[in-house]
């Protein structure tokens, strides 16, 4: 220690690579930005979708001369969506790349992992749309700018209600923090409210055959079935639902966003609905300018997770501006006082708990589209 001191002190040359901190971005150089995503692996299209929101807003901060002078690099590494891979991957990002910050992920059990990681070596993360609410709880540098499943789970419980649908039974993948936390909103709500939970049932990520568990609540003859995972197992559901003959209405969460939904499930999801972060059918002209800009950028439609990956980097990019550096507490203080600012998918207030206070959409599934049916305020 005093030996570095009196190297930094003497020999000032030396110094400024000896006592450079990690993290520290090289004088004039570029920003570098981490992301983890699920670019291969069973959630693919949310990594890509996220991804490809992610690395589009880096692309027109930097067109339009980056942020104090300087270029944003995002570093995107893959977790294959895999458990245990994202720490791997978010170790290595701070280790080597020396990120300065870290954007991702989708799926809430991945950005629980890397959550604790980030918070020990001082890296603020941002998350677009993990939502259990446990991952910002993990400390004061984790940070989301979406809404948390205590809300979602009200909102779909709520929209149950509304439908008269009282009796409901619900099916969740206990591999998943994010659908294990929205199953049980959802009951407290539904509970507490008039409804019931007639028969509740649960399979792991990666499963494929469901009857027996649809078996059990065809016998209960539910008004409606919360199906609470992602869309991967989501369409089997429904298409083995429909096999038993089971015609209840089946809900989802924001999980459900996916182009995959309707391509596994065809008509057998028709008629269901899912409460999601936004909706493309939103004639609002911030989401359909950023819905054209996507579409010339990669000739495919934006989702959620896209327009979230989106506004994770543009909220960063603001907070960096405004704290007047790129690093450390004065950044992480900088994204904590994010207020009012005008996202893709609404305005952003980061609030006291690091969460997003915004509304949620009910989508239907109507001729293998999502169409509008609402927006549920907080
Ligand atoms: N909210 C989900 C989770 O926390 C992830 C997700 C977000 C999936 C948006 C689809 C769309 O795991």
Redesign the pocket.
């Known amino acids: 220690m005093r030996v570095t001191r009196f190297l930094c002190l003497a020999l000032p040359l030396l110094a400024m690579s000896a006592c450079k901190k990690a993290g520290e971005p090289v004088a004039g150089g570029d920003i570098p930005i981490g992301e983890f995503a699920s670019m291969s692996g069973a ?1 693919a299209s ?1 990594g890509q ?2 991804h490809k929101g992610t690395q589009m807003a880096i692309d027109e901060i930097n067109a339009s001369g980056g942020v104090l002078g300087q270029k944003l690099r995002l570093i995107t590494e893959d977790d294959q969506s895999r458990a245990g891979e994202a720490a791997t991957v978010v170790r290595k990002l701070i280790a080597r790349e020396h990120i300065v910050a870290l954007l991702g ?7 629980l992992e890397a959550a604790p990681i980030c918070q020990q070596a001082g890296i603020p993360m941002i ?6 609410p446990k ?1 910002t709880e993990v400390g004061d540098n984790i940070f989301r700018v ?1 809404f948390i ?1 205590p809300f ?1 789970g009200t909102v779909l419980s709520k929209f149950a209600l509304s439908k008269g649908w009282k009796r409901v039974a619900i099916l969740t993948d206990v591999k ?4 294990v ?2 199953s049980q909103f959802f009951k407290n709500h539904l509970g507490a409210n008039g409804g019931e939970i007639v028969s509740e049932q649960s399979y792991s990520s990666g499963d494929k055959d469901f009857k027996a568990q649809l078996t059990a609540i065809k016998g209960a003859q539910p008004d409606a079935i919360l199906a609470s995972g ?2 991967t197992e989501a369409g089997l559901i429904a298409l083995q639902a429909r096999e038993l003959q089971i015609s209840a209405p089946l809900l989802g ?6 182009p995959s939904l309707v391509e596994v499930g065809g008509k057998a999801v028709e008629g269901s609905f899912f409460s ?2 936004f909706s493309a059918s939103d004639p609002s002209p911030a989401i359909q300018a950023f819905l054209k800009k996507y579409r010339e950028k990669y000739n495919s439609e934006a ?3 896209s327009a ?1 990956g989106y506004d994770s980097a543009m909220i960063l990019a603001d907070a960096m501006k405004r704290a007047g550096t790129t690093k450390g507490d004065a950044l992480r203080n900088a994204i904590a006082n994010t207020h009012g600012f005008s996202g893709v998918t609404g305005q952003i207030t980061i609030n006291a708990q690091r969460n997003a206070d915004k509304s949620a959409v009910m989508l239907e599934v109507k001729e293998g589209k999502f169409s509008y049916v609402e927006t549920v305020a907080p």
Do not use: I, K
């Not at 992920?105 to 950005?111: K, M, Q, Y």
């Not at 969460?253 to 996916?258: E, L």
């Open positions: 959630t949310f979708a996220s992920e989708v799926a809430s059990s991945r950005s998350s677009p749309a993990s939502t259990n991952v979406c499943d979602q998943q923090d994010y659908s936390g929205l992602y869309y969460g924001d999980g459900w966003d996916s999601n972060h989702d959620a997770m979230l």
